[in-house]
Structures are given as C-alpha cells and as structure tokens.
C-alpha cells in the first residue's frame, strides 16, 4: 500500500511539474516502464497491474485539471471506478517502456466520465504501427465525500483542461 500511495504522489508531482498535453486526437500520452514490482512468476506485468498503472495515468490528469485542489478540500473529490473492461492482447516484459494513451468521454446524461487507456509500446521502440498491449475501458463517477454526486459539466466549466480533453457524446 505505501508503494503504491508512493507511485500516486510521484505522479501528481509529475503532473504538476510538466502538465500531461492534449493531443489533437483528443488523447494524454504518458510513458511508463515495466517495474519489477509490476511483474508476475511468470516475468511479464500482472493483470491487476494494467489497472493500477492506467489509475496512475488518471492521477497524472489531476493536476493539470485544477481538481487536486478540491480534492484535497473539505468536502473531497473522489473519482469512482463502476466499471472496468480489460482487453489483453500482448504481454510487457520486465523494464520495457510503453505508453498509456488516455481518451476522456463525457455521457449525454451528465453523470459518467469514460476512460479509455490504451497500453501500447513506447515511441522510442516503434519501427512502424505500434504493438497494443492492452485496452482498459472504464467507467467512473466523481463524488464529493459526503456522497453528492459531482457532474461532469461541472469540472469541464471548472478545468480548462478537461475542456480540451474531455469529448461529450450524446447516448
């Protein structure tokens, strides 16, 4: 637990000292490296490690979205994971580098936020298409600590950020 509450604030330090960029594609790259305590017996990352490093990748957002600060207020800001749907393709060995490709989709409804994360092999070790490890979609719903729903509208207005990023769909 402190390693990974260690990793979390390596990544909003991060986030904070050099903001994630928005591609045009509508998209935040974030590189990361395959870690030994990523990995599994049989030497490639674990399964449950998709999820924490795309969470971590989610982490690096927060600053640059101007939310860490409401998060750590009184009332909080907690982004809740519903849903998750992982689709493994290939597997990332011991210290490769890959990316997380994160996309951020806002529902008609104004109550869910969808993440995709893409894991995919890093820029410096493509020659031509780039290999997909894996696909994280994810559902999430942003709540205050005493259980009021926060609406996505709400910290798109707030977040100059999450106005660039986040694409809205109509259900």
Known sequence: M???????AHQILRGSLSRPVVTPEKTVKISFRCWPIDIDPFLHMNNSKYLLNAELARWRTLSAGD???RAMSKEGLLFLATENNVRYMHPIAPLQKYEISTTCTVDGGDKWFYFRHTFQEHPDDVKGKAKEFAIIDLKAVVKQ?????IKPSTLIQESEFYREWAVRRED
């Open 67 to 69: 939310v860490l600060s």
């Open 2 to 8: 402190i390693t990974f509450t260690l990793r979390i």
């Open 145 to 149: 600590k005493n259980g009021k729903t």
